[in-house]
């Protein structure tokens, strides 16, 4: 039988100056690492996927506060 797993995904990184950006994927990071540590000796794998940047217009096409579209794409550089 294969090993047990439990995968999460989470983005590589935030903007700059995003504190609760980057404060949730030190969050949901550090849970599956100790999460690891817990259930690792019982079997379970635990892996966190953290993908390389995509450029798209999802920040071009979102919403604001007032309805309007955003109207331009972060920088990923």
């Known amino acids: 039988m294969g090993e047990d797993k439990c995968v999460s995904h989470n983005k590589l990184s935030g903007h700059v100056c995003d504190v609760s950006d980057a ?3 030190h969050a949901v990071q550090g849970f599956f690492d ?6 690792g000796d019982n079997g379970i794998g635990v892996s966190v996927i953290s993908p390389s940047y995509i450029r798209t217009n999802l920040s071009t096409c ?3 506060a007032d309805g309007g579209t955003y ?3 972060h920088s990923t550089s």
């Open 34 to 39: 100790s999460l690891r540590a817990e259930v």
């Open 71 to 73: 109207g331009s794409t």
């Open 23 to 25: 404060a949730s994927k």
């Open 62 to 64: 979102a919403l604001t």
